[in-house]
């Protein structure tokens, strides 16, 4: 019987199914962050539970292929079990867990890491992933090593069968419902799906699949009863307001949470707004992150539910493709149409899809000046006042300015900053200092961001043309909240409202979606609307065809033929400028320069090189030579930057190009040439 058993352990078969079931337990277990509920969810949905044993099943058998089978089981657990550790980390910050697309957003994590850990935490997950490295190779050495051939007919039979047992295990769930491929809550799918088939899914479903019934007749059907649409003939559309649209992240009410409690009311100016203007609450796409699919949503009317689980359409499609959105459709109303986001405008690669969603600007925290920052180093939305107003004042056209802010970005700090910050705004009630803390810093956040909000609209009250303003919140901040924490009910509601120093410019008070936000803007103001608006206004959600329109016409723009544009595809991507006030060089002197350290005990060191002058110079500009080669840049003040040794050679070209915290150069001045002076007899 002993014998039996151990040459039952002995074979594949046994050891790859074992090492799947302690896998999956694990990995239930860093997702859930609980022992007791990975029993629950195991006893509850034990089907479930196999059939993502199966899955991991599948991927160890690529270890019968590797002659040191030990080390194929080894490398192949350890990447499950890295996935499973970052799901657990990523889940301790928020909502929303680690799915596929977050691994294309790695260069941007990289740049924020310092706003989530500590110093000792990065170095110790520096020094764990050390460990780790070293103990796969120690493993490689180690493993014994097969001998003979190991590429047998059995191992590729196994193989090939495990495949088509998930294949059809996949078939038999789906059709069951015992799971899902369309994930409207990526955190519930999760919790009731599982973490291995969830991740699994968002590594292959990405995009939007094609509807059955897709084809040239329908969306020519769809575009004859869209064309049926008109603008509303409000009054206001032959004014043709300028029009800004301003993203608040992580920007909610807190009094609607049900345990806290406050010395102030942290956002009294959007509380009076939501009163006295058309106001209501956005149902968003996420909870706690998913800034750019929030936007995306507003901007193209698009419900990103029909792409792939997890999918930011920003990192994947929207990288090569052009879309129909807001900006688009203003553009045909001959607007000019502004971005801007007070933080690096590699985040979400926003500098590369605003060209394709039809922005003429893109203003990124590179192009600001005098950027103040919070406890957690992320960029203060102060700063978009004078922004906003100079964008505005930047043509003769009427303007388009859709702005993304970030002050209120998690995570939040446990312990607060009272020698260098000020905290106004106190709270309690979550029965725990730490989260008092945490909830109090998010709030005075609030506060500062609601006192922009003030600001601007006094600006605006002043400013001597039209303008209608919307804004909204992106999502909820990434607390540990349900739904009966909050006293609307749905964790995927913020609010928003609209604006205007229009005499009489007032509308309805609505709930909606934020994917039919800018259909109600158009709506209000009167302009004729974009196709995707159309659908929103022939359609409503109670529609039985609502959801199929908009699966065809989303299909259709993105990745179908583009039946409903037989004229040809309408949209290019822009030539879009950084900034509204061009920087360049006008002059380039040698000369020497006094740096002073910031040890006072120091004595200034004397630099000699060369002094940049020129405009709108900031402290994100660095000099370029010869279109390549990065020297290392003094700031001196907006006309002047300082390049110590260095020599320049005749003929020289020089630049000047912004650079954010991930190094990469998003734009640069038109190259000045370097004429070395004359030598006098």
């Known amino acids: 019987m002993k014998d039996k058993l151990k040459k039952l352990c002995s074979t594949a078969i046994f050891q790859c199914v ?250 009294p100016n959007f509380t009076k707004l939501k009163e006295e203007c058309s106001s209501g609450f956005l149902t968003m796409p996420a909870i706690g992150a998913g800034t750019a699919n929030s936007e995306f949503e507003v901007l193209s009317g698009f419900d990103v539910a029909y792409f792939g689980a997890g999918e930011y359409p920003y990192k994947t499609v929207l ?113 725990s200092e730490e989260l008092d803390n945490e909830w109090t810093y998010y709030c005075n956040q609030l506060h500062e961001m609601d006192e922009f909000i003030k600001d601007l609209i006094e600006e605006l009250k002043n400013y001597d043309e039209d303008v209608v303003l919307v804004m909204y919140g992106d999502h909820l ?39 039919d936000l800018s259909t109600k803007l158009f709506d209000v103001i009167g302009l004729e609307k974009s196709a995707m608006q159309k659908v929103h206004t022939l359609y409503s959600e109670d529609d039985p065809e609502y959801s199929d329109v908009m699966w065809n016409v989303e299909y259709d723009m993105l990745y179908g033929k583009r039946y409903m544009y037989p004229d040809g595809w309408p949209y290019e991507p822009t030539d879009m400028q950084y900034g509204v006030e061009p920087i360049y060089i006008t002059d380039i002197k040698e000369g020497d320069y006094q740096k002073v350290s910031d040890d006072p005990e120091k004595a200034p060191e004397q630099l000699h090189g060369y002094y940049i002058k020129g405009e709108n110079f900031n402290e994100c500009s660095f000099v370029w030579i010869n279109n390549g080669f990065k020297k290392e840049t003094i700031y001196i003040d907006r006309n002047t930057l300082f390049i110590p040794d260095i020599t320049f050679d005749d003929g020289e070209e020089v630049y000047v190009a912004q650079v954010g915290d991930d190094s990469i150069d998003i734009g640069k001045s038109e190259a000045f040439i370097y004429q070395a002076p004359v030598a006098e007899n």
């Open 477 to 515: 901040p990434g607390f540990e909240l349900t739904n009966d924490d909050v006293e609307n009910g749905n964790l995927y509601q913020t609010e928003y409202f609209i604006w205007s120093n229009m005499k009489h410019f007032i509308d309805k008070d609505e709930d909606i979606p934020a994917y």
């Open 319 to 431: 990288g090569s493709t052009t879309c129909e959105t807001m900006a688009t459709q203003f553009k045909k109303l001959g607007y000019s149409t502004h971005a801007m986001h007070n933080h690096d405008g590699t985040f979400y690669d926003r500098y590369i899809v605003y060209k394709n969603l039809g922005f003429d600007t893109f203003t990124p925290m590179e192009y600001m000046y005098d950027v103040e920052h919070t406890q957690k180093n992320w960029e203060k939305d102060n700063v978009l006042t004078g922004e906003i107003m100079k964008t505005l004042k930047s043509t003769e056209d009427k303007d388009f300015i859709f702005t993304v802010s970030v002050q209120g970005h998690g995570r939040y700090p446990s312990e607060l900053d009272y020698e260098n910050y000020s905290y106004p705004v106190k709270v309690t009630g979550t029965g």
């Open 18 to 267: 074992a090492i799947a079931i302690v896998l999956d337990i694990i990995l239930e277990i860093l997702g859930r962050h609980s022992f007791i509920n990975t029993m629950k969810y195991i006893v509850n949905e034990p089907l479930v539970f196999l059939y993502n044993c199966s899955i991991i099943f599948f991927t160890l058998t690529l270890a019968l292929l590797m002659r040191k089978r030990v080390f194929g089981y080894g490398i192949i657990s350890f990447a499950w079990l890295l996935c499973g550790v970052t799901n657990c980390i990523v889940l301790g910050f928020r909502i929303t867990p680690f799915s596929a697309i977050d691994m294309l957003m790695a260069r941007n994590t990289i740049t924020i890491i310092d706003k989530y850990f500590s110093v000792w935490q990065v170095v110790f997950i520096g020094v764990a992933l050390f460990i780790a490295l070293a103990a796969v190779i120690i493993l490689f050495l180690k493993s014994p090593t097969i001998q003979g051939n190991i590429y047998r007919i059995r191992t590729t039979v196994l193989i090939v069968a495990s495949f088509c047992m998930v294949m059809l295990f996949t078939k038999i769930a789906l059709n069951a419902q015992a799971i899902s491929d369309n994930f409207a809550n990526l955190a519930t799918a999760y919790d009731k799906y599982g973490f291995v088939y969830c991740f699994s899914n968002s590594v292959v479903d990405v995009g939007i699949s094609e509807p059955s019934d897709y084809s040239e007749e329908k969306m020519l059907e769809i575009k004859d009863e869209l064309d049926t649409v008109k603008a509303s003939g409000a009054k206001f559309a032959k004014r043709k307001p300028n029009v800004i649209v301003v993203q608040l992240e992580s920007f909610m009410d807190p009094s609607y949470v049900k345990e806290l409690s406050f010395n102030m009311n942290p956002i």
